[in-house]
């Protein structure tokens, strides 16, 4: 990993759909040889995959809240089956099992509040293992290139 790549990765964390001729234009490069490096990325994992960004407010969900969920400690929770379950809530955008208060962290997009209320008291309160919950509202949010 050299400078190079750390610049084709700059370029193509900001756009992932950039053919290799513009990768490579915008780095300095011929095609060929920002091709063979995309694909050296690609097959030593750095790259993986390409993510679609929708915009899901056009889509009619206006509402993003992030909620803690900690699980309840008494008995044994099957953590792979609440992610499976969690998981399979189309509000739920994004499922994160992390260290601190909460055992995870939930990405959850509805409607309005109303609908927020309804997916978090019909869909996951009744989870097996669910204890305490905190939701907080998403007011804004700005995209960060990343460390790169």
């Known amino acids: 990993m050299d400078d190079l790549d750390r610049a084709i990765l700059k370029v193509v964390q900001a756009n992932a759909s950039l053919s290799a001729g513009a990768v490579g234009r915008a780095v300095g490069l011929s095609q060929a040889a920002a ?49 499976r379950a969690v998981s399979a809530i189309p509000e739920v955008r994004r499922v994160e099992h992390v260290l601190g208060r909460y055992d995870y962290r939930l ?37 960060r290139p990343g460390p790169l």
């Open 35 to 83: 091709w063979r490096r995309l694909d050296r990325l690609r097959k030593a994992g750095i790259l993986a995959g390409r993510e679609l960004s929708l915009d899901l407010e056009r889509l009619g969900f206006g509402v993003t809240v992030f909620l803690g969920v900690k699980l309840a400690t008494r008995g044994r929770v099957d953590l792979e089956g609440f992610e």
């Open 107 to 143: 990405r959850v997009v509805a409607r309005d509040l109303a609908d927020f209320e309804r997916v978090l008291r019909r869909r996951i309160m009744g989870l097996p293992g669910v204890g305490e919950v905190e939701a907080n509202v998403l007011l804004s949010e700005e995209r």
